[in-house]
């Protein structure tokens, strides 16, 4: 059993990408790794690895570190490279963010998901072009405001924490598009995050949030009518034994705040190329009608939602596959075809 690379491994002076994942038995980075001048990559998850080597730092072209699945009981304290875009330290021990992060100046992903991280240094919020960050399975159990200065930020996983409350500073999130909160402790939900202007998916179930609270329909009647749709699907309202007319309630949610007219939105469904004649009737339906059927109307938002959002030829190909089995759900589309 060897515990570190082979010394014939730092003479491919000209490698770009190092993998060596799942060996399980290297638990040591030699200095030599500063000879691998070119390197863009390096992956070495499902090790022992418990810390890095200053020389780490030398390799002055690399953009993605993947070290996850180690052993690391502290971020990298001597890690400083300035070119890194992509770090993974997922399903590590490590307990504390040193400061020494603000120096990844150019890091746009980190991944620090299922470790015991409670707190963030203040340092945290330098990260001036961070876009994704995945925080999710940790130890957190009060907001961290250094997020909420990290105003490039695009997608931000903070579920399976201890949270109770999300900060009022969220509305500073401007680029936000993705923000989960699925399995912590929050009781209500701030307003502040409607501010957040281009959030497309906002998830927060399993938590202690009483759904029928006059604040949840505050929420509710002051976000957009797709916002809406997608807080309904993405928080698993069937299992919540809402009544018809909550439903049609929330249905008749303003459009004012839509991209979309009415009638741009329809001659876009019925020029779409990919969509079947059933799929572009039930759109139709939907966008001018509150009733409720819950398979077709789950079905209604993943194609009003991925319409917007240009997805691939191959995913409305699996949409129209999945409408065929419910229409028997609505008579009167029934009729329609």
Sequence with gaps: MWNMFSEDIYDLNKLEKFCLEKYENIS????????????????????????????MNDLKHLEILNLSHNIFKLFPINLNLSTLKILNLSNNNISLITPNIKNLKHLETLILSNN???TLPAEFGELEKLQDLFLHANNISIFPEEICKIKSLEILYLSNNKIKEISTSIQN???????YMNDNELTYITNNIILCRKLLIFEFHNNQIHYKSPQINRFLNRIDKMNTYLFLYNNQIDDLNYNNNFIINVLKISNKQLKLDNKKLIDEIIDDPILTSNCKLL????????????????????????????ITQERKIKLNKTIKPHLDFDESLEALL
Excluded: A, G, M
């Design 116 to 118: 015991e991280i409670e």
């Design 283 to 310: 759109l139709i339906k939907y966008s001018n009608d509150y009733t409720y059927h819950s398979i077709l109307f789950i079905r209604f938002i993943e194609l009003l939602y991925y319409i917007w959002n240009d």
């Design 173 to 179: 999130l401007q680029n936000l598009e993705n923000f």
């Design 28 to 55: 040591f980075i030699s200095p030599d790794i500063k000879k691998l001048k070119n390197l863009l990559e390096f992956h070495l998850s499902y090790n022992p690895v418990s810390e890095l080597p200053d020389e």
